[in-house]
T-cell receptor, first 114, second 115 residues
Framework: GDSVTQMEGPVTLSEEAFLTINCTYT??????LFWYVQYPGEGLQLLLK?????DKGSNKGFEATYRKETTSFHLEKGSVQVSDSAVYFC?????????????FGKGTLLTVNP | GAGVSQSPSNKVTEKGKDVELRCDPI?????LYWYRQSLGQGLEFLIY????????KSGLPSDRFSAERTGGSVSTLTIQRTQQEDSAVYLC?????????????FGEGSRLTVL
């Protein structure tokens, strides 16, 4: 079945550091890919998405590119802020008939220190 | 309200008791999902409702788990004869259905602790 593997945390960075959180996936067909973020005390919210190969999703300074050849969707940000401290989840939705169901990775806790 | 609302936010129960968790989705969202978030395990899909269609129950871990959605809106997840391994955060999400595939809006979750 479909699966998502993301780098294990926790990740601790200083403010203005460069961030990469790796995500790879296994899926049949051509899934859509997502990054969700969960800030402390809040529900998960969609950060960005990409629906086809070579698409780049971006939001709030974060970017991720859908790489079909490496089955990856790594999350990057050039300069993190303390307010980016959260848990980040990579996810995919299957292509085809059951494309309503999201499969999530285990999440990566990011802490950004001032 | 503007977002997905879940209650209770915290529930502590004794092993063997039944619990009910409630979800009130965003108005107008036809799709509703339940996920379970366990420590270190990510989010596990439980069940999906879409309009008047039969729900997809393929993720329910045992027959002690059930869910219903009344009137196409509010949903209740029921766990009978709770076990310690049921301890987790139960997340509800809603979306616009297939037209908004992948763009789920989550509630803050109900944290269940089974003693």
């Amino acid at each position: 079945g479909d699966s998502v593997t993301q780098m294990e945390g926790p990740v601790t960075l200083s403010e203005e550091a460069f961030l990469t959180i790796n995500c790879t996936y296994t899926a049949t067909g051509y899934p859509s890919l997502f990054w969700y973020v969960q800030y402390p005390g809040e529900g998960l919210q969609l950060l960005l998405k990409a629906t086809k190969a070579d698409d780049k999703g971006s939001n709030k300074g974060f970017e991720a590119t859908y790489r079909k050849e490496t089955t990856s969707f790594h999350l990057e940000k050039g300069s993190v802020q303390v307010s980016d401290s959260a848990v980040y989840f990579c996810a995919l939705s299957e292509s085809g008939g059951s494309n309503y169901k999201l499969t999530f990775g285990k999440g990566t806790l990011l802490t950004v220190n001032p | 309200g503007a977002g997905v609302s879940q209650s209770p936010s915290n529930k502590v129960t004794e092993k063997g008791k039944d619990v009910e968790l409630r979800c009130d989705p965003i108005s107008g969202h036809t799709a509703l999902y339940w996920y379970r978030q366990s420590l270190g395990q990510g989010l596990e899909f439980l069940i999906y409702f879409q309009g008047n269609s039969a729900p997809d129950k393929s993720g329910l871990p045992s027959d002690r788990f059930s869910a219903e959605r009344t009137g196409g809106s509010v949903s209740t997840l029921t766990i009978q004869r709770t076990q310690q391994e049921d301890s987790a955060v139960y997340l509800c999400a809603s979306s616009l259905g297939l037209s908004g595939v992948g763009e789920l809006f989550f509630g803050e979750g109900s944290r269940l602790t089974v003693l």
